[in-house]
């Protein structure tokens, strides 16, 4: 069952080839590692420009809170899957979400 058109996908936001990831135009690992924050880089691959320093901010604030959960029941489901098979991450991630 084919869903969307058929044919090369395309995407603004990320390329990639053998040489180099490009992120929002910028070369991921000579611009944006190690210069940009997470919420900085949050914000570009969002919006596709460079937060102003109060956006930066902002995200940054964003981000700690989104990150910070607490010990909700899917938190500790992906906790414990990840503890049981550190090599299956993805299985972690799922527990995480699906609860």
Avoid: W, Y
Avoid at 23 to 38: A, F, Q, Y
Avoid at 60 to 78: F, I, N
Wanted: proline letters at 3%; a negative charge.
């Amino acid at each position: 069952m084919l869903i969307g058109k058929k044919g090369e996908a395309k995407t603004a936001i990320e390329t990639a080839d053998a040489n180099s990831i490009t992120v929002r135009g910028k070369d991921l690992c000579n611009e944006v590692m190690g210069h940009n924050s997470i919420g900085e880089f949050f914000f570009l691959h969002l919006t596709g420009r460079q937060p102003t320093s109060d956006q930066a901010f902002f995200m940054d604030v964003l981000v700690v809170a989104l990150a910070e959960h607490g010990l909700t029941p899917s938190v500790q489901a992906a906790r414990m899957t990840l503890a049981a098979a550190p090599e299956a991450l993805q299985g972690a991630v799922a527990a995480g979400l699906l609860g």
